[in-house]
């Protein structure tokens, strides 16, 4: 039988999953479950299934499942539920808590009914607080947390931004698939079932990348942290390495090539390479005086539209060293060649294409299913055959513990990969460069203390003898490696997936780069800007309105602004989290059925994941619902509001039940607006019924009201993300962040992971210094005080 990392083999049954969820973030959790063979059976109401099933990308998240129907109104269909959670090894819902309580699912009765069950709850706002309860969707999380302040400038209005790409969901899919294999990894050894939450909310946590730690530090060291300025209207001009320009056939494209070596190559690329010779030219921080250095941009700008992007991107690609790519739609990067050739986008039999496998295992490979079906035997047949009891009483411990992880990689993506399961209770060791991870000499280090919290560090030459020695017994304890390498250089530097497996056959060796090891890409390198103008995700930001014919300079220094801005820092959380999913199903193969493997994940697929939303197509697909012109959302009932007192909030009504208790606030206070029939019609004639509405009241008025009837009507301007994580009275309530100490600069809130497991209390490790660990690591491994200090003297090792 073929081996599989969820599904039945010769000696155990496949997982078993009940699905409980509506919409996107849980439906793309059974999906990548389902894609690894577990059985998965999805619950639908008497009345049909979940309106959100009508969504465009619901028969990709749908796929491989059955469905069965239960009236859980009813106590005959709850105890009907009890039964098959009784067969079931996880159960998967997104109910709000008090829904939950008052039906008996919550995890603290599910727990003692059922304690053989992981059970995975997604919240939108988390557990607990005073928004535990109110409905929650994508845009109103990231208006909560400010996140849509981050996009002014896209338009010419002022305010917030609708932010458009849907990395909440995407995060919060990711981290609950994690959780849930996590807690599947600790009952292997006893049977015993875990309580996994997350929600939307933390979820965006992920896309916290230092400056809430920045923040801090300008009050206890103002001279080394100067006070970061406010988010202006107007986007800043991009720096020369991270830069969009547009080609002379009026294509966008995109270049990232933030170390000196790759500026380099971009330079003799394009055969601009003669500023190098310019006295006041800076090699690693691309200084120029001012005038230079909008001279050169103008001059940088005016070369790339010489030519077209195809003629750019051969010349790009056959010096395999520069990072640059066309700007694309999502639909057009699913006939991506390195999207094809890697597998991100595969044919279905309806003549359609979808999203791929999260992750290429080659021991356990995924198998999508096809199209979802009725259920005619799952239901029956673990209503027959229940689990055991668990052998004991579940653990009290981060399910991790006692997994060894080792990295080597840098900057940010694969780093906080590993940094997500050193919140889940891994040992990580960081193998770090002479000199540390290039990423600790950017922005002060603070983004690197974001993505290496939780780590051990040793520093070393892994080209010496000595220093390749060193990892080379690392690995052999190992459960797990990460590293972000081209193809190729592990080979070349002794530390490739088969000589580590000759030592440790049983080692998750996983592979995380820029486009796969295969298509045109495979050699090429990666930063954050490139998987986010290649899968779609800006352009979708922008509303898929950026200007083809070609551009004066001014419009071009307005266009590369905008496009930067909207090309954000999240395609890198985007990867690290599924670095973690991946890393998982690889523990819980190997627990399954013994056996270690290579893994292999990429910035582009993970990228692909993202886009979910519109990463497929088939006959008679709606297009993406693209945001109106002024980036404000999709309808009147989904998008910001201009308020009495210049604030914007959010407003979602999607269903007939806040639509109902919209009015029925409005009425409370004596308000007319727009009834329930009005709320569910054409959108057009209903824009300006809402706009007047509310111009007539404070934002900090309608988020009141509207919240105290579970109206999702929240401020969109009422803090920075920084300030929300720290001060928000939700943010708090769920203890999504914690103090601990930075080796050099002392006390801070750090951020907490993005799962929790049965009420265990989470912890704040804190980030190493570069080499920190090396005399703990190497004593570890029987190094003696004589013996490290060799390794020093001889430049083997190094510390700050």
């Known amino acids: 039988?073929?081996?599989?990392?969820?599904?039945?083999?010769?000696?155990?049954?496949?997982?078993?999953?009940?699905?409980?969820?509506?919409?996107?973030?849980?439906?793309?959790?059974?999906m990548m479950l389902a894609d690894f063979g577990a059985q998965v059976l999805l619950i639908n109401k008497p009345e049909g299934p979940d309106p959100l099933a009508a969504l465009p990308a619901a028969p990709m998240w749908q796929r491989g499942k059955h469905s069965t129907t239960l009236d859980l109104q009813s106590a005959a269909g709850l105890e009907r539920l009890h039964t098959l959670c009784a067969g079931a090894d996880v159960l998967v819902c997104n109910w709000r808590v008090n829904a939950l309580k008052s039906k008996g699912l919550d995890g603290k009765s599910l727990a003692v009914r059922h304690p053989h069950l992981v059970f995975c709850h997604i919240s939108g706002y988390g557990a607990?607080?005073?928004?535990?309860?109110?409905?929650?969707?994508?845009?109103?999380?990231?208006?909560?947390?400010?996140?849509?302040?981050?996009?002014?400038?896209?338009?010419?209005?002022?305010?917030?931004?609708?932010?458009?790409?849907?990395?909440?969901?995407?995060?919060?899919?990711?981290?609950?698939?994690?959780?849930?294999?996590?807690?599947?990894?600790?009952?292997?050894?006893?049977?015993?079932?875990?309580?996994?939450?997350?929600?939307?909310?933390?979820?965006?946590?992920?896309?916290?990348?230092?400056?809430?730690?920045?923040?801090?530090?300008r009050e206890t060291h103002p001279t080394t942290f100067a006070p970061m300025p406010p988010v202006e209207h107007e986007p800043p001009m991009p720096s020369l390495y991270y830069h969009p320009a547009q080609a002379g056939d009026g294509r966008w494209m995109q270049f990232g090539n933030l170390l000196p070596h790759l500026f380099d190559n971009f330079l003799v690329t394009t055969d601009l390479i003669d500023i190098v010779a310019d006295p006041d030219f800076?090699?690693?921080?691309?200084?120029?005086?001012?005038?230079?250095?909008e001279a050169f941009r103008e001059r940088m700008l005016k070369r790339i539209q010489e030519r077209s992007a195809d003629d750019w991107m051969t010349d790009i690609i056959d010096n395999g060293s520069v990072v640059a790519t066309p700007y694309q739609t999502t639909q057009q990067a699913l006939r991506d060649p390195d999207v094809v050739a890697n597998g991100h986008a595969f044919a279905t039999p309806d003549g359609g294409v979808q999203l791929g496998p999260v992750a290429r295992l080659t021991k356990t490979p995924a198998q999508p299913g096809g199209a979802i079906k009725p259920d005619t035997t799952l239901a029956n047949d673990w209503a027959a055959s229940p689990r055991p009891a668990p052998t004991s009483a579940r653990s009290?411990?981060?399910?991790?513990?006692?997994?060894?992880?080792?990295?080597?990689?840098?900057?940010?993506?694969?780093?906080?990969?590993?940094?997500?399961?050193?919140?889940?209770?891994?040992?990580?060791?960081?193998?770090?460069?002479?000199?540390?991870?290039?990423?600790?000499?950017m922005l002060l280090g603070v983004g690197s203390s974001r993505v290496n919290a939780g780590k051990r560090s040793i520093s070393l030459n892994l080209k010496s003898e000595a220093g390749k020695k060193i990892v080379l017994d690392l690995a052999k304890n190992a459960d797990v490696l990460i590293h972000n390498y081209r193809p190729g250089v592990p080979e070349r530097l002794g530390i490739g997936y088969d000589t580590i497996a000759a030592s440790n056959p049983d080692i998750v060796y996983l592979q995380s780069n820029g486009y796969g090891p295969d298509g045109p890409g495979a050699q090429r390198p990666s930063t954050h800007p490139i998987p986010g103008a290649?899968?779609?995700?800006?352009?979708?930001?922008?509303g898929e309105r950026v200007p083809s014919d070609v551009q004066d300079m001014d419009s071009l220094r307005l266009w590369t602004r905008r496009l930067m801005r909207a090309n954000e820092v999240n395609p890198d959380?985007?990867?690290?989290?599924?670095?973690?999913?991946?890393?998982?199903?690889?523990?819980?193969?190997?627990?399954?059925?013994g056996t270690g493997q290579r893994i292999l994940m990429d910035m582009f697929g993970a990228n692909a994941y993202a886009n979910a939303d519109d990463f497929l197509s088939y006959p008679g697909k709606p297009p993406r619902a693209m945001p109106d012109e002024e980036l404000l959302g999709l309808s009147a009932t989904y998008r910001l509001y201009c308020c009495a007192d210049q604030h914007w909030v959010f407003l979602a009504l999607t269903g007939a039940g806040e639509r109902a208790r919209f009015c029925a606030a409005l009425a409370r206070v004596g308000l007319q607006g727009p009834d329930e029939q009005a709320l569910a019609g054409d959108s057009e004639p209903l824009l300006p019924t809402l706009t007047t509405l509310f111009s007539s009241k404070s934002a900090a008025f309608w988020e009141e009201l509207f919240v105290a009837h579970d109206v999702a009507c929240l401020q969109a301007d009422a803090t920075q993300p920084n300030d929300y994580w720290l001060?928000?009275?939700?943010?708090?309530?769920?203890?999504?962040?914690?103090?601990?100490?930075?080796?050099?600069?002392?006390?801070?809130?750090?951020h907490g992971p993005m799962v929790t497991f049965d009420g265990v209390s989470t912890t704040y490790p804190a980030p190493p210094l570069a080499g920190q660990h090396n005399a703990e690591v190497l004593s570890e491994l029987g190094y003696d005080t004589e013996a490290i200090s060799s390794l020093l003297e001889q430049n083997v090792i190094w510390n700050e």
């Not at 990894?185 to 920045?214: I, K």
């Not at 290649?534 to 922008?542: E, N, R, S």
């Open 396 to 441: 009290k411990a981060l399910p991790l513990a006692g997994v060894k992880v080792l990295e080597i990689a840098t900057i940010i993506a694969a780093p906080f990969g590993a940094s997500l399961l050193a919140d889940l209770g891994a040992e990580v060791i960081k193998v770090e460069q002479i000199g540390g991870d290039p990423y600790r000499g």
């Open 534 to 542: 290649a899968m779609g995700g800006v352009l979708y930001q922008m």
């Open 128 to 217: 607990t607080g005073p928004l535990a309860n109110v409905p929650a969707y994508e845009h109103s999380v990231a208006a909560l947390t400010g996140r849509m302040q981050l996009f002014q400038g896209l338009v010419d209005r002022t305010g917030p931004v609708f932010s458009a790409l849907q990395v909440g969901i995407h995060a919060c899919a990711q981290s609950a698939t994690t959780g849930i294999l996590a807690a599947l990894l600790t009952r292997e050894t006893n049977g015993a079932g875990r309580c996994v939450d997350t929600s939307l909310l933390q979820g965006l946590l992920a896309y916290e990348q230092g400056t809430m730690l920045g923040q801090q530090y």
């Open 727 to 750: 001060d928000h009275p939700q943010a708090k309530a769920n203890h999504f962040t914690g103090v601990t100490s930075h080796p050099a600069w002392g006390e801070y809130r750090r």
């Open 573 to 593: 959380p985007n990867t690290a989290l599924v670095v973690a999913t991946s890393a998982m199903l690889g523990l819980v193969a190997r627990a399954r059925t």
């Open 1 to 30: 039988m073929t081996k599989t990392t969820l599904g039945q083999t010769s000696s155990r049954d496949a997982i078993r999953v009940i699905d409980l969820t509506t919409g996107p973030a849980g439906g793309l959790v059974t």
């Open 282 to 293: 800076n090699a690693k921080q691309l200084l120029l005086p001012p005038e230079k250095h």
